[in-house]
């Protein structure tokens, strides 16, 4: 009877949560395809009475004058940048974060690194503009790529450097015994076996820049480099907002996401459990 009851609270917490998850994600998309009218409605019904698909068509043209030319480009923008950032951010992070790893007596560096990490966005706003513009790097993807590894950079090495300590010391050190130097030992030893928490550290770097929005906006101006989040502010700047067209930009938006999350699945959820425990 207990394990009956243990069971039952562990699907209901389990549902519970799911629910917590997917309401809104369900009452966005409900926004997207209800009429003006039906958003306006009062007493609020859940349900539109007209279905209107037709903002998902103008957030995919890219004719002149349409949503989606700001859309589609701002999206591209992003996803450059995010996966820019990312792959510079993880080939810098693994040898720093195996060298913290597997040469004790450097973690202050870490910890200063992270400290840095934890000042307000704010603080470092002015000398970043002037770097950038010195570089003519202000409203371009290196520009913001350069920005954003800033940002992930710290993370993923104090993620991975965690990853890094679980992995079995026994396999690398036969690996030395045999000749293998530092980078033979790294990569074709270690990385091998660090699969799943690269693939986990990866997308939690890609998903900070995915969803950065200070520097976007003030180191961007037009679509040229804009990014998604600075745009989607833009379509909720106006006199009379589209709050449906709002909507779909939203569950457009959260479109590469979940395929790169679905596509990583198995050694996301390996990943993220695999630094649990020493061992």
């Known amino acids: 009877m207990k394990r009956y009851i243990r069971t039952m609270l562990r699907y209901g917490a389990a549902l519970v949560l799911a629910m917590s998850i997917l309401a809104p994600l ?3 998309f409900l926004m997207s395809v209800s009429s003006s009218a039906d958003l306006a409605r009062i007493p609020l019904e859940w349900i539109p009475r007209q279905w209107d698909f037709s903002r998902y ?3 995919l043209s890219l004719e002149p004058g349409q949503p989606g030319d700001l859309f589609l480009h701002a999206l591209a923008n992003s996803i450059i940048t995010a996966t820019g950032a990312t792959l510079i951010s993880l080939a810098l992070a693994i040898p720093a974060a195996f060298s ?9 560096w870490l910890m200063g ?31 913001l790529i350069l920005v954003y590894c800033s940002l992930i950079l710290p993370f993923l090495t104090w993620m991975l450097k965690n990853q890094f ?6 396999i690398e050190q036969a690996a030395r015994l045999d ?7 790294l990569l074709r030893i270690t990385l091998p076996l660090a699969k799943p928490s690269l693939a986990a550290s990866a997308v939690f770097g890609w998903l900070l820049a995915w969803d950065e929005f200070f520097y976007a906006l003030l180191f961007t101006n ?6 998604l989040p600075v745009t989607i502010a833009g379509f909720t700047a106006g006199r009379a907002t589209d709050d449906g067209l709002v909507a779909a930009v939203g569950i457009l ?26 061992g």
């Open 253 to 278: 938006a959260s479109v590469p996401p979940l395929f790169i999350a679905i596509w990583l699945q198995k050694f996301l959820v390996s990943g993220l459990t695999s630094g649990g425990s020493k």
């Open 57 to 59: 068509g103008r957030l």
């Open 100 to 108: 913290f790893s597997r040469y004790p007596g450097r973690d202050g």
């Open 222 to 227: 037009n679509i040229q480099a804009q990014t």
């Open 113 to 143: 690194s992270l400290a840095i990490y934890m000042v307000p966005p704010v603080a470092f706003v002015l000398p970043l503009y002037f770097v950038l513009q010195q570089l003519s790097l202000l409203n371009t993807h290196l520009g």
């Open 26 to 28: 369900l009452w966005l």
């Open 179 to 185: 000749g293998l130097r530092f980078w033979q030992v």
């Open 165 to 170: 300590d679980a992995l079995p010391l026994d």
